[in-house]
Structures are given as structure tokens and as C-alpha cells.
């Protein structure tokens, strides 16, 4: 059908990506994969406290997409708490907000999503040499390259 892919706008991506209820042995636990995108909606209304337009337009989508993003975050965040599951967060459809860049010689700087959607960055600001590279944050080396990074799965707009 050709859907247009919507990459959700995500500024921040958690430092822990995984959680397990104390005492469990891996091999028993049953687990739950909280999204990037999920676990950001969470950050932005449960954390931050912002309304939902304000997230939805942080986020880049609909604001019934942001309801149904949230929805699925404490559902499965409330799964994992009462049921002792643990929560892995990965996958989903995201951008960074800003995504970080360091180029052969070291220097580095970040880049506004705005500007990696209509002119992503060819050369280093200080040296001007084009070997660059996007630097992902921990944990998070898989995908692609350049704009649109796919970890699979994920909700579709
Ligand atoms: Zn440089």
C-alpha cells in the first residue's frame, strides 16, 4: 500500500533499557518491550507533566496517535509492575530530536531534527572534512543509517 512511514520525534532515549523484578531468574521471567517512542510518551506526560498537545507536537504526531501511544505505555508498564514481569525498551519507529555527530578527527556537534529532515549534515562545521558519523546513544547500535533508523516493529501511523 506504500504508507507513509511518520517517524516519531523522541528527545531522549532511556539510559536503562532494561528492568527485572528483584530475585527472578532470568529464565522464568516473562517480559514486556516497552517502545522508545512509548517510554517517551511517559517521559513527556507522567514526567514532565505536559499536555497532551504540547507532547503530541513534541512527538511530531496526532495527538490521538500520542493518546494511543500512551495508552499501550502504562498498560504495559502497569503489566510488568503488578504482574512481575521485567520490561525490556526497544524497537519502535523514532527520531531522535537531536541526533549527534562526530567526524574523523573528533570534534563533535549535534544537529536539530528539523535540520536532519531537510538537509542532514555532509561535512564537519570545524574541519570540514566529510567523514562523519552519527553517534548513537548506549545500547542502541543497531539500524540503519542516516535519516530513519527502523528497529522494526513498532506501530504504524
Ligand atoms: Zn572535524
Not at 532470568?26 to 522508545?36: F, G, I, K, Q, S
Not at 543509517?145 to 506501530?155: A, K, Q, S, T, V
Amino acid at each position: 500500500m506504500g504508507r507513509r512511514q511518520l517517524w516519531r520525534k523522541v528527545s531522549s532515549i532511556p539510559l536503562v533499557t532494561y528492568f527485572k523484578p528483584a530475585g527472578s531468574r532470568m529464565a522464568e521471567l516473562e517480559e514486556v518491550c516497552l517502545l522508545v517512542e512509548e517510554a517517551e510518551a511517559i517521559r513527556l506526560k507522567d514526567l514532565e507533566k505536559l499536555e497532551q498537545e504540547t507532547c503530541a507536537q513534541k512527538m511530531n504526531i496526532s495527538r490521538s496517535t500520542f493518546s494511543r501511544l500512551l495508552g499501550s505505555a502504562r498498560q504495559k508498564m502497569a503489566d510488568a509492575l503488578l504482574n512481575g514481569k521485567a520490561i525490556r525498551i526497544e524497537g519502535g519507529n523514532f527520531e531522535m530530536a537531536v541526533r549527534r555527530f562526530r567526524c574523523l578527527k573528533g570534534h563533535e556537534w549535534e544537529v536539530p531534527f528539523e535540520t536532519m529532515i531537510s538537509a542532514p549534515p555532509e561535512n564537519c562545521p570545524e574541519c570540514d572534512t566529510p567523514s562523519i558519523m552519527p553517534l548513537f546513544p548506549p545500547g542502541l547500535h543497531r539500524g540503519g543509517h542516516g535519516r530513519g533508523r527502523h528497529f522494526g516493529g513498532g506501530l504504524s501511523e
